[in-house]
């Protein structure tokens, strides 16, 4: 139920998790050009955003998911089990996603250290809470998701208490809590540009798993439930090399912001040579405790022996999903989302699903066609991805963030450490001689209005008052 329930809901997080995405590649581009006001913005439109349309999937979930175990042949204990549980999951993505988006954040302006750390931590604490109410007390389903929550929150709140007392936030503090942000419009198409396309991609991709979900019920309870159960090894795959390419799409994106196409072209081929080295580690690690890691999954002797039969198919994926992967992210940071789906998602809905229903439906082979059907579609994605990323035009990506992005002359971003510390006193500098200069130069500008003196004011932001 666990399972089931994790996938079926993961559609509207996976939609709208959309929105959190593009914070790794938004703000990195505006603190590639300076604009901390404008960082701040982009952050408070996404987790609105992200927040608000999480709302009618609360009532929608509610209401159906008994219907839908139902539906796909479960019995009735099993069906309400995951009603209740569907009640609680919800909200845990919710708080979740807006969780990963500070975090994401957080990794943007160069706290990543601390913030991966605390994530470890987090994540750690939930695994001691479930696994003592689960072992010690035979806690349910709604009571470990309650835990869930209340950890997730308890995190997020330290994580800002934590940030705010250490002064990480100053410098876009205005952005991120000084007015609304709705009311800069540039600011949100730029945002509804960007998250739209990964929201439409991350459904249909999640749709895709969804289809092979069915799929593998044609074949059986057990093979629904199995499926299921391998998303959470899939996800493990995705999580080894995940952390090359969000730092990849962060990097690049900040250096076209800074218009440094040659810095980008290079943290891209050197992040995409990593995760081929790390995926193949993890793969071979993978497939030398094949044999013990489906006794971990579940205690059924039956699902075990048809999660063994995947091992193999899944590791070789592994390498090619990754790779792809981080092309992806790194095409994305080209502000380049647009392309990167169309062709994730030509390769899932005309090569993967039409050769899974081959597999299933006509020549009615066992989960090992779907998952054969998968591994052909990453590999094909990866090359194609790769493809692109490798044809790429670097120095007219790096102009048109740059002209998007228009610098504001608040550099608080940098490439040492040492430069993240002083950040604000310099950009608190610059914008004082830059107000001096101003107001020497003619008696026209002392008469100006605050919004043409002060460098918050201007660049993006900028284009509602013009």
Same mark, same amino acid.
């Given at each position: ?11 509207? #997080? ?52 008994? %219907? ?9 204990? !099993? ?19 807006? %969780? ?40 349910? =389903? ?51 540009? !960007? ?6 991609? #991350? ?22 439930? %199995? ?65 013990? =890691?489906?006794?971990?999954?579940? #205690? ?145 500008? #002392?008469?100006?209005?605050? %919004? ?15």
């Amino acid at each position: 139920a666990w399972a089931l329930v994790d996938i079926i809901v993961g559609i509207s #997080s996976e939609f709208l998790g959309g929105f959190i995405e593009s914070v790794s590649s938004l703000t990195p581009m505006a603190s590639g050009a300076g604009n901390n006001r404008l960082c701040g913005e982009y952050f408070q439109i996404i987790t609105w955003f992200y927040v608000l349309c999480q709302i009618p999937f609360v009532l929608i979930w509610t209401f159906s998911m008994e %219907s839908i175990m139902l539906l796909m042949g479960f019995d009735e204990y !099993t069906s309400l089990l995951a009603k209740d549980f569907a009640r609680v999951a919800i909200f845990v993505d919710i708080v979740e996603g807006v %969780s990963e988006g500070f975090y994401d954040f957080l990794e943007v302006i160069g706290r990543e250290t601390y913030s991966n750390v605390l994530g470890c931590i987090e994540a750690l604490v939930e695994l001691g809470l479930i696994a003592l109410f689960a072992i010690k007390t035979d806690a349910d =389903l709604v009571i470990l998701g309650l835990i869930m929550i209340v950890n997730i929150s308890f995190f997020l709140f330290l994580n800002i208490a934590i940030t705010v007392y250490k002064g990480w936030l100053k410098a876009f503090e205005y952005g991120l809590i000084g007015g609304c942000a709705f009311r800069n419009r540039t600011a949100v198409r730029q945002v509804i540009k !960007t998250s739209v396309p990964l929201a439409f991609g #991350s459904l249909m991709a999640y749709a895709e798993w969804e289809i092979l979900t069915v799929f593998a019920a044609f074949l059986g309870p057990a093979e629904a439930a %199995s499926w299921a159960t391998l998303s959470f090894v899939w996800d493990t795959f995705e999580a080894t090399t995940e952390g090359i390419g969000d730092a990849a799409e962060v990097r690049c994106a900040y250096h076209l912001g800074k218009n440094r196409p040659d810095m980008a072209k290079r943290t891209s081929y050197k992040s995409i040579h990593l995760a081929a080295i790390l995926a193949l580690i993890a793969t071979s690690i993978f497939l030398i405790m094949g044999e013990d =890691l489906p006794t971990w999954l579940t #205690s059924d002797p039956t699902l075990q022996h048809m999660l063994a039969q995947q091992i193999p198919l899944v590791g070789i994926g592994n390498i090619t999903m990754n790779m792809g992967m981080v092309a992806w992210a790194l095409i994305g940071a080209q502000a380049r989302y647009r392309l990167a789906t169309s062709i994730a998602l030509a390769c899932s809905w005309f090569i993967t699903i039409p050769l899974a229903a081959v597999m299933t439906y006509g020549l009615n082979i066992d989960l090992r066609g779907l998952t054969f059907s998968v591994v052909i579609g990453y590999a094909v994605a990866a090359n194609l991805l790769s493809s692109v990323l490798l044809l790429s035009d670097w120095e007219t990506m790096a102009r048109k963030i740059r002209d998007i992005h228009a610098i504001t002359g608040e550099v608080d971003s940098s490439d040492s450490d040492s430069d993240d510390d002083s950040s604000v006193s310099s950009s608190s500098s610059t914008s004082s001689s830059s107000s001096s200069s101003s107001s020497s130069s003619s008696s026209s500008s #002392s008469s100006s209005s605050p %919004s043409d003196s002060n460098p918050d004011q201007v660049g993006l932001h900028c284009t509602n008052c013009t």
